[in-house]
């Protein structure tokens, strides 16, 4: 079979065998243990920040770079967590859901506890020796995110996804601590405005994570964890789905109506094709095998694939359409400066 690359672990949740662990790079398995393709989500709530700080003019470089790569460190810890606390609680022995749709670096032999130990010892040590760097150089009012973040990261997937409180835990998250808190660590300044246009694009994730629970929703309920969508049932949590993607489109011309957000992030228009095909998908039933022009790399994932690739096209169109309105800005601030010289 053919050597993986860190292009694929970047792009894919990759099947892979031992034979080919073994073929791999250091990276490249780290990058597989910490499902690395899903962390664009969070790069996007990041560079969310900083390009409204650029646009205010308030962007320090270091601190926001800084803390783009620490909440990169913190979601791979989470991830490698994540698969380390439901492979003890025996969440994911078996022919469980997690098994089926990508590597399970403890259940299929890849890794030893003591090695991902050692990868979830390193990958967070360097994101919490970021955070008390950034703690330094901006003060103490990083102190609330920085613990909030912590926590989160540690019981995420236990208590937490047990009770039903993954869903808002997300929401809460990828919206006014990450979008919000790196704001606050590049600018030096608490906006809530920010936090919010944040929380707007957070529902992309929150959507992410609802699409993978339905996914699994029977495999869940078996096992005893009470995700929002077991709580909720199937159909109550698509809809849920449905009018949570709906809710990021219609919330965006009111944020540029009321002044927060550039007439740019039109841009997010592009990104409605895949947002029709979640929306289609939601309404129909999930097939039970593999349909044939559907590729099998990503089955069983299916409402969880499409959200997927609407949150990735979403989040990177709002960064375009938001980076488009700088150089209009600029231009705009010159003709205005030209004109009153004039």
């Not at 008390?132 to 909030?148: D, E, N, R, S």
Request: proline letters at 6%; one cysteine or more; hydrophobic letters at 50%.
């Amino acid at each position: 079979m053919p050597r993986l690359t860190a292009g694929t672990a970047f792009t894919a949740i990759p099947k892979i065998t031992l034979a080919q662990w073994q073929a791999s790079s250091l990276i490249t398995r780290w990058m597989i243990a910490s499902r690395a393709a899903v962390l664009v989500m969070t790069f996007s709530s990041a560079a969310l920040a900083g390009v409204l700080a650029l646009l205010a003019g308030t962007l320090q470089l270091w601190p926001w770079l800084a803390c783009t790569v620490g909440l990169l460190l913190a979601h791979a810890t989470n991830n490698q967590l994540n698969d380390y606390t439901d492979s003890k609680r025996g969440i994911d022995s078996g022919n469980y859901f997690r098994n089926q749709y990508g590597a399970h670096v403890l259940e299929d032999g890849l890794l030893s506890e003591r090695a991902l130990w050692l990868y979830m010892g390193v990958t967070g040590g360097v994101a919490l020796l970021l955070g008390l760097y950034l703690l330094w150089q901006t003060g103490p009012q990083v102190i609330f995110p920085l613990l909030a973040g912590a926590f989160f990261l540690l019981f995420y997937t236990y208590p937490l996804k047990k009770l039903g409180l993954g869903e808002p835990a997300v929401l809460l998250v990828w919206g006014p601590l990450m979008t919000g808190g790196t704001y606050l660590v590049t600018t030096g300044i608490w906006d809530w405005q920010v936090a919010l246009i944040g929380t707007v694009y957070a529902l992309a994730p929150t959507v992410v994570i609802f699409g993978k629970h339905v996914d699994k929703l029977e495999f869940d309920a078996a096992k005893g964890v009470k995700t929002l969508p077991v709580r909720l049932g199937a159909q109550r949590s698509l809809s849920w789905i449905v009018a949570m993607t709906w809710l990021q489109y219609l919330s965006l011309p009111i944020l540029v109506a009321i002044g927060w957000l550039p007439w740019t992030v039109v841009a997010v228009g592009l990104a409605l094709p895949a947002a029709r095909r979640l929306i289609r998908a939601c309404g129909e039933p999930r097939p039970n095998v593999c349909p044939p022009d559907y590729p099998e790399s990503a089955w069983p994932l299916w409402y969880v694939a499409f959200a997927f690739g609407h949150a990735r096209r979403f989040g990177l169109l709002f960064l375009m359409g938001l980076l488009l309105a700088w150089p209009v800005q600029l231009v705009m601030s010159h003709l205005t400066g030209t004109g009153a010289a004039g």
